[in-house]
């Protein structure tokens, strides 16, 4: 299973941006699909996901009202829409995807992708 992150860059603070996620491999359907982010000195964290139920989504307090994420089955493709971009989102962004059934998870990453947010 590969995944490939694209878009973000330099965003200025209120502005907007949107990350794609390109999953190969795999049963896109099967999983659930995440947004996490790292910023320098500071652990991962999660910031979205996207279930495997159709309209079900989670965002981390911190995101929630400025992001949204959604996903389309039928191009294995996750999204993450950031609005009202503020610098403390300055981040790399890893998408994730996470397959599980009873008994077992198996979890997939991409390499990451930059979003800086001037001020």
């Known amino acids: 299973v590969q995944l490939v992150e694209s878009g973000g860059g330099l965003v200025q603070a209120g502005g907007s941006t949107r990350l794609s996620c390109v999953v190969s491999g795999g049963t896109f359907s099967r999983f659930s699909m995440n947004w996490f982010r790292q910023a320098p000195g500071k652990e991962r964290e999660f910031v979205a996901q996207a279930g495997r139920a159709s309209g079900t989504t989670a965002y981390s307090d911190s995101v929630k009202g400025r992001f949204i994420i959604s996903r389309d089955n039928l191009k294995n493709t996750v999204y993450l829409e950031m609005n009202d971009l503020k610098p403390e989102d300055t981040a790399v962004y890893f998408c994730?995807?996470?397959?599980?059934?009873?008994?077992?998870?198996?979890?997939?990453w991409g390499q990451g992708t930059q979003v800086t947010v001037s001020s």
């Open positions: 994730n995807a996470l397959e599980f059934d009873s008994g077992w998870s198996d979890n997939y």
